[in-house]
Structure formats: C-alpha cells, structure tokens
C-alpha cells in the first residue's frame, strides 16, 4: 500500500509511524489517562485496514485524522488532545515555510501529484519543472497572503475549487478567442519586432503559429484561432502566382492564356495551403511555451463565418487540408504516425454541409473520418446555436468556455479578442451530501455556497483590476484582445460584458442522485437537476446585475479536481453508494460514465442541461473503433447537429513502442492495487515506452492522468 507525503511523494505505508506517534502523545499524559500497548496496537491495525479498503493512495493528512477518531473513540481525550496538539505544531512548522519540500519533490520527480496533474505536461523536462516550481511558490502565497481564509478552507476541504491558484499571484487571466483578423490585417508586434500584412498565406500561418507561442506564455488557459481569419490570404498569394507565372512565361518567350495562368497559379497555391497547413500543425506540437508544454490551442472550421464567393471556396481547401493533415497524424520518435493532442479541431456543422448531397458533404466526410482515427474535430451545430445565441455562431475559449452574446458600441456582434477572466467551480456533491437529504436544507447550503463562490470569483476580478496593458504586449497592445495604450490599464475591458468570469459546477448527477435517489437521466429526477442549473444561472444574473461583469455558468473541465473532490466528500461524508463510492465524480451535467445509454439518448438528454450551461459545455459519446463505420460517425454528426450545440465522439488511439501494438491501450491493477496502462500484446507497463491518447475532459490528453481520472476513464462505457 502506498500514501502520499505532504510534499506529494508517493512511499509506502509504514505502520511503526502511526505506533510511534500514539506512543508519543500518550507518553505525555498521567499513567492513568494512557491507552494500553493493545489498545495502540488496535488503533494502528485498524486505520491500517482502513486505509486498505479506500480505493486510493491515501495522503499523511487522511491517517492522521483516522488516527485521531479512532483515539476519541476510545475516550482517551487526553492523549486525543496531546496529538492533536502535536500535529498543530508540526502544521505551524510546515506554514513558515511550506514549499521546500514540495519543490524538492519536484526537481527529483518524486511528486506523484504533480506527475499526474496535467495530462499533457511532462514534469521530467526542465521548463515543465520550471513552471510547477513558481507554480508552487505563487500558490503558497495565494493561500497565506492573497486568498481570504473562507475561501482557503472550502478550496481545501473541496466544497469549493479555486482554480489555477499557481497562477493567481500574477496578473493574468484564463483564456481568449484571438482576433487573429486585427493582428494578420493591421500588423501585430511579436518580441518587439513590428509585423507587417503578410504578402502570402503561408507567412500568415507563420505569423499565427509565432502569435499563438507568444499569446499562450501571456495566460494560462486555452485559446481559440479561426481558420477565417486566415482565409483571405489565399487569393493574396493567388494574385501573387499569377503575377510571377506572367512574368515567368514572358521572360522564356512562350505563349500564354489567362486560362493557363490560373490553372498553374492554382496549382502552386493548393501548395501553399498544404504548407501552411503544416506549419499549423507542426508549429503548434513541436512548439514549447513557458509553462512547458505545448500551446493548448483550438483551431475553428465554419464555413458560413465568411461571404460566399471566393473567400469561402478558399476557407473549404484550408479546412479539407486541415483535416487531411490530422487525418494523417504526427510521427512519434520511432516515426510512427500517432494521435497529437493539439491543435484541438472544432468543425461547424451547417445546411450545406451535414447531409449527403449538400455542397460541402465531401468535407463532412472527411471530418468524420478524421474523428473516427484521431478524435477531432469536435462538432458544433451552427442551427442549435444560433437558437441559443441571439442568431450568433462562434467558437469556444481553449476546451469549452463560451463567452457571451456581446454587442460593441457600434452595435456591432463581437466575440474574437474576447478572453475569460478564471473559474472558480462549485461542488454539487458536497452540498447534496452536506443537506442530509433535506431539500430545503439543500437549497439554503447552495446559497451559501454560490455566495462563497461569488466572493472567490470577485478576488479574481480585482486580482486583474488596475493591469497594466505591458504585462502583455501582445495580448493588450498590439491586437490579440486589444489595442490599449502603453500605461493604460485593461479595466474597461472587464466590465460591460467584453470579458467573462465564469461559474464551474460539478457533479450534477451524484448530487441528483444522493437527492432523489435517482440518475438525472430519470424523468422523475431530471425536473429537480434541471432546477438546480437554473439556480446557478439565476445567481450568475443576479451577480451580473450587482457588478456590471458578465458572470456565465460553466461545465467545469475537471481534470486533477475531481480526483480532490472525491477524496475530500469520503473523508467528509464516507463511502455512499452511487455518490461518494468512486474516486472520482462526474464533469459538469454529463451522464455518469457507468450509465448504460445509447449515443442519441444521452446528447438528447445532456442537450437540455447544455442550454443551461451558458458559459460553456461540451457533450460526448464513448465509441469504439469506428474506422469502418464512418456511416455511423455521419448518424451520430447529424443528430448533432439537429440537437446539440457542441459535442465530440471518444474514440480510442494509442500505439506501443515495445510491440508495435496500435489497438486499445488496457487500464488493470499492479500489485499494490494501482490503475496503470498496460499493452495487451505485449505487458508493457512503462508509461515512457506507449503512446496514450484519451479525451480527458473535452480535450486529448497524452501524458497520463491521476488515479481518479484513471479509473474514471476504465469505468466508461460505450454509448454505440
């Protein structure tokens, strides 16, 4: 059995420390108070097989608080209280300076947390250690010097999640849509080096790769570009090949028609989009961002965004470039073509394209081939949106956060150069769980806990009040979100609506569950889920109201967190069937991942929540190898698009360097009762010696995930 040190090294469980620590305290109280060398025995054996039975490695933390109850248990409150004070000290020690250990950790890479944290961050290579160290530094001071006390304690005791306090000691914000359009048409600044309007294409697909490496080192979020933007380049290096096939033609003396010069000027420019295409793809996998890892960046595909026309027909070859490239994959080093995590594609599903016949269905096409053996693009119907979206379609920031319907002072729509200021996510689960089943009890909690989460939110808010525009040079000046004045701060741009601040929830389903009794899915129980997201919307227009900010409602994109949350509601509530009993609790308003459904069932019924979940969502359906069944791929894009507004398909793509084994990757126990990935061929175990690729909460992760995330992963089932 293994446990978890505060530093977040992993070792294992040694019952002599739990023996010593009892000795010690009962060493301090009168002969006549002290518990027996049996009864210190009982203790250790007990938590011992306590500890056993979790289905986690258990933290330094969890054993002393079950060492704790088992003393009070045996009314020897002189000893309870001499270990408790012991531990109070020794917790005094830690807080003077709380980081040491932990960024020891991470330098020998003993930190099992922080390995399994992100699952698209190597934490052996040096910027990614980089990045946790200061990580760790800006959340020590976040907790003892930023942070409200509250707030410090719900995050930590998991009723809340203060998201990215490893980032909050700067002034810097979650994500953006890139107005990739001002800096491509207007010029840009990158490093203090002006760039002008690119004369080609492929020099505005340079630009936008060297955009997104700068934009993503200035926040620590996602960021989304749309392939429109870069859409009118096309013609601009069409005009350019005509005008050099011309002159090429003239100078060797040989005959030519205006008909030739467009045929060969085509050509070279169905070149160009394939190499600029390229450098998308291989800029953003093979570029490494300060925070060490590559730049999460989504790439949007929506034909109807430009006029028809020309523009148009040149945005459908990027688009199908695009997809061919993906379709293809990226060479891993013993080039093998794999599945990359980034960019993220999101394909928009519209009239002329989602059903057989239409103009574009041969791109759809493509696009459901690409997902069926790389698992993008997700899907956005452009009909569902724009119902729910005042006549807008639009992308989302990074994995799945949608900013506001937003009118400028024109009255003009605007969405790109728009960003997210930070999350803070409520725990559905603990409120449930906190309420003891009593529904007007329920209700009262919630409150207090959205009023805990509204305080939290506005810390973020004043975190980035007062910003100076030169924090971010090309994020604040120079077109990215803005074109501010050297000096001049970012506040107008967090009122009003220009930016988001955004409500996470999670857990929906356990917390309908331990309330009802029943899934959400149920029609019994699916009026009261339903209620509870409208709640959460009404408190996020009644915060609007209060502060002028556009507080939106936002399907939490738990990755780490809900391994947390999960072991925070057992030590609080214990093992409660159907909620509290696995190590992990369910994203946002999804279907519990055990839940046996078919895949048109459950985006009918996630589609209802999706509508009350504003400022972000995303739906998906586990699939299994749908490589020879695009016909079933296409079934699942239309009902999609008639729908839902935004969903992806979970298929499975992984790749053994041992074996050369490219089926599924199997999730089983090792001998301590560990989830590891294991070839199926071969029994490979080494994580450094596989190719994983597995959506982990609206995007691809490939760098493996935490135990609860893990198991959350081997419970799917298949929804087709």
């Not at 009890?441 to 030169?470: N, Q, Y």
């Not at 992984?654 to 294991?678: A, F, N, P, S, T």
Request: glycine share 6%; charged share 25%; net charge negative.
């Amino acid at each position: 059995m293994k446990i978890i040190k505060r530093s977040g090294t992993e070792v294992g469980f040694d019952i002599t420390k739990i023996i010593s620590a009892v000795e010690r305290a009962n060493n301090e109280v009168p002969e006549k108070d002290r518990l027996t060398k049996d009864q210190i025995r009982e203790i250790s054996s007990n938590v011992t097989d306590k500890c056993l039975r979790t289905n986690h490695s258990v933290s330094v933390e969890e054993i002393q608080d079950l060492v704790e109850n088992q003393i009070m248990d045996r009314k020897a409150f002189n000893v309870a209280r001499k270990y408790v004070t012991y531990r109070y000290k020794r917790a005094l020690v830690r807080k003077a300076n709380s980081t040491d250990d932990r960024i020891l950790s991470l330098i020998e890479c003993d930190n099992e947390e922080v390995k399994q944290e992100n699952s698209n961050k190597n934490p052996i290579v040096n910027s990614v250690q980089r990045d946790y160290m200061a990580g760790e530094v800006s959340k020590d001071i976040t907790r003892r010097l930023l942070l409200p006390e509250d707030i410090v304690r719900a995050h930590e005791e998991g009723i809340i999640h203060f998201h990215d306090a490893d980032y909050f000691a700067q002034h810097m914000h979650n994500c953006c849509l890139v107005n990739l359009e001002d800096m491509l048409q207007n010029g840009t600044v990158i490093s203090e080096t002006m760039i002008e309007r690119p004369k080609s294409f492929s020099t505005a697909c340079n630009i936008a790769t060297q955009a997104i490496a700068q934009i993503a080192s200035s926040q620590y979020g996602g960021q989304s570009i749309t392939l429109s933007h870069l859409a009118p380049f096309v013609d601009v290096s069409r005009q350019k090949f005509r005008r050099i096939v011309k002159s090429e033609f003239e100078e060797a003396g040989l005959p030519l028609t205006e008909e030739k010069v467009n045929e060969i000027a085509e050509m070279r420019v169905k070149e160009e989009i394939q190499r600029g295409v390229q450098t998308i793809q291989y800029q953003v996998i093979t570029l490494m961002t300060t925070n060490g890892q590559a730049p999460f960046v989504t790439v949007f595909m929506y034909l109807n965004e430009v006029e028809d026309g020309q523009t148009r027909d040149d945005l459908a070859l990027i688009i199908e470039e695009m997809l061919k490239q993906r379709l293809l994959g990226v060479k891993n080093e013993k080039g093998v073509y794999i599945t990359p995590a980034f960019p993220k594609l999101i394909y928009v599903l519209e009239e002329d394209n989602v059903r057989e016949g239409s103009r574009y269905w041969h791109i759809t096409k493509l696009a459901a081939e690409c997902t069926a053996k790389r698992m993008v693009p997700d899907y956005i119907s452009e009909k569902v949106m724009k119902q729910c979206k005042d006549g807008n379609c639009y992308p989302c920031m990074g994995c799945r956060s949608f900013p506001t319907v937003y009118k400028d002072e024109n009255g003009k729509y605007k969405f790109y150069g728009r960003f997210n200021q930070g999350v803070v996510t409520i725990n559905l689960v603990d409120a449930a769980c906190s309420s003891g089943g009593d529904m007007e009890k329920f209700w009262t909690i919630l409150d207090e806990r959205l009023a805990l989460c509204k305080k939290a939110l506005m810390c973020r808010h004043e975190r980035l009040k007062g910003t100076p525009s030169d924090v971010a040079p090309i994020l604040w000046q120079h077109g990215a979100l803005a074109r501010l004045k050297k000096g001049e701060t970012i506040d107008k741009l967090l009122y009003n609506g220009y930016s988001t601040i955004s409500l996470g929830y999670a857990g929906l389903y356990e917390c309908t569950k331990y309330m009802t009794g029943k899934s959400h899915t149920d029609p019994v129980a699916q009026p009261f889920a339903l209620e509870v997201m409208q709640h959460l919307n009404d408190a996020c227009a009644k915060w609007k109201k209060e502060e002028n900010i556009d507080f939106s409602l936002y399907g939490t994109p738990m990755e780490s967190t809900t391994y947390k949350f999960a072991k925070c509601l057992q030590k609080r509530f214990g093992i409660i069937k159907g909620v509290t009993d696995k190590n992990y609790i369910t994203n946002s308003y999804h279907v519990h991942v055990t839940e046996e459904i078919d895949a048109f069932s459950k985006l009918s019924i996630e589609s209802q929540f999706q509508k009350l979940s504003p400022g972000g969502a995303v739906s998906y359906v586990e699939v299994p190898d749908m490589k020879h069944n695009i016909e079933a791929v296409l079934a699942v894009m239309e009902h999609i698009y008639d729908n839902i507004i935004y969903a992806e398909l979970n298929t499975k793509s992984d790749y053994c360097q041992v074996c050369g084994y490219d089926g599924e990757i199997q999730i089983v126990k090792d001998e301590h009762g560990k989830l590891v990935w294991e070839c199926p061929e071969c029994g490979n175990r080494d994580q450094d010696k596989m190719n994983v690729a597995r959506r982990t909460c609206g995007y691809i992760g490939t760098q493996f995930w935490n135990q609860g995330r893990t198991q959350e992963i081997q419970d799917r089932v298949m929804h087709l």
